[in-house]
């Protein structure tokens, strides 16, 4: 069975363009969260969507930073314009349910931004 | 956010040892998880615990959930090179944010 899908593994970019990040939850899953982690700040929850409605965004850093969830089988993260201190690996993880439901996590996006 | 600290940063260890890591809270948790990410790839779920003093087993791994409900600790013995990795504690405090510690990173010698 295949896990949350990811796109692209590797971002890299100069600052001031568009990045969007792609994700494919696990069929059936029906809550979907997106991280950064950062050697600095660690592993930070970003946002999460429960039934494709977004339900808490308090941890998106900026305005620049926005997701989206169209329907159950795909969400982007786009961050416009980029800067060079958004660099980090993003995660994607999606789980069947919220509370205690494993939150399963996708490989990753690695951005670089130049 | 709330802050988990984890420790040890780092560990290097033969192959064989025992290890031994903990996760403290400034806030109380009403669960607490660990996970272990490998090069390239997200977290996986190791073990999750519910309830104050649960003490819980998966294979070689064993982890506690603090009476206190501020730590936990994650034991893993008679260590071998794939268990190689960052290993993440994780707390949840009554909503749907998991709150991750700082990690372990486990280089194990053999």
């Known amino acids: 069975d295949a896990g949350v899908i990811q796109s692209p593994r590797h971002e890299v970019t100069e600052m001031g363009q568009e990045v969007t990040l792609r994700c494919k939850p696990i069929?059936?899953?029906?809550?979907l969260f997106w991280y950064r982690q950062t050697m600095m700040r660690g592993l930070e929850l970003l946002i999460y969507?429960?039934?494709?409605?977004?339900?808490?965004d308090s941890g998106m850093p900026e305005d620049r930073f926005s997701a989206k969830m169209p329907n159950a089988s795909f969400s982007t993260l786009k961050i416009q314009p980029s800067e060079p201190r958004d660099s980090a690996v993003y995660f994607c993880?999606?789980?069947f349910g919220l509370g205690d439901n494993e939150q399963f996590f996708g490989p990753g996006t690695r951005l670089t931004v130049l | 956010g709330q802050q988990l600290n984890q420790s040890p940063q780092s560990m290097f260890i033969q192959e064989g040892e025992d290890v031994s890591m903990n996760c403290t809270s400034s806030s109380i948790f009403n669960t607490w998880l660990w996970y272990k990410q490998e090069p390239g790839e997200g977290p996986v779920l190791l073990i999750a615990?519910?309830?104050?003093?649960e003490l819980t087993s998966n294979g070689r791994l064993t982890a506690q959930f603090g009476i206190t409900r501020k730590d936990s600790f994650l034991n893993i013995s008679a260590s071998i090179p794939s268990d190689v990795g960052i290993y993440f504690c994780?707390?949840?405090?009554?909503?749907?944010?998991?709150?991750f510690g700082t990690g372990t990173r486990l280089t194990v010698i053999p």
């Open positions: 069929s059936g899953h029906n809550s």
């Open positions: 994780a707390g949840r405090s009554g909503a749907n944010n998991l709150f």
């Open positions: 993880a999606s789980s």
């Open positions: 969507f429960n039934n494709n409605v977004p339900i808490d």
């Open positions: 615990l519910y309830k104050a003093g």
